[in-house]
């Protein structure tokens, strides 16, 4: 199911990592997306599929509000505050990027839910 807004990639992303779908949640990102870890390294490809990939096992719960896009042609800025419950839940406010493909759909570019948490001291 492909996002028709920035917004909307959040509500899919809840679904299928509610269902435990790694495929259709990896189908949310461009091709060329990065994503920083907790520790700051930067994923992608088979990275990014290893980040998702404990979190859709378990079938984590992740709930959103989205707290600004900001948006230039095909390039949205997203801030987004989640709710991950799970064995160890916790709140995190990402910072995302999302880019509008070829087919009018939008996906994420860059992804880093821990912005926040590393500049805190």
Not at 22 to 33: C, E, F, I, K
Not at 55 to 81: C, E, N, P, S
Request: charged share 25%.
């Amino acid at each position: 199911m492909p996002a028709n807004s920035p917004e909307e990639i959040c509500r899919i992303f809840k679904e299928h990592m509610a269902e435990g779908d790694l495929d259709a949640l990896l189908n949310l990102y461009d091709p060329q997306a990065v994503f920083l870890n907790q520790a700051g390294e930067v994923k992608n490809g088979d990275g990014l599929k290893h980040e998702l990939s404990t979190f859709a096992a378990m079938k984590t719960r992740f709930d959103f509000t989205i707290k600004q896009t900001v948006q230039t042609g095909d390039i949205a800025l997203m801030h987004t505050q989640w709710t991950v419950s799970g064995p160890q839940p916790k709140k995190v406010y990402a910072i995302e990027v999302a880019r509008r493909q070829p087919d009018g759909t939008w996906r994420w570019l860059i992804g880093d839910p821990f912005t926040v948490m590393r500049a805190e001291p």
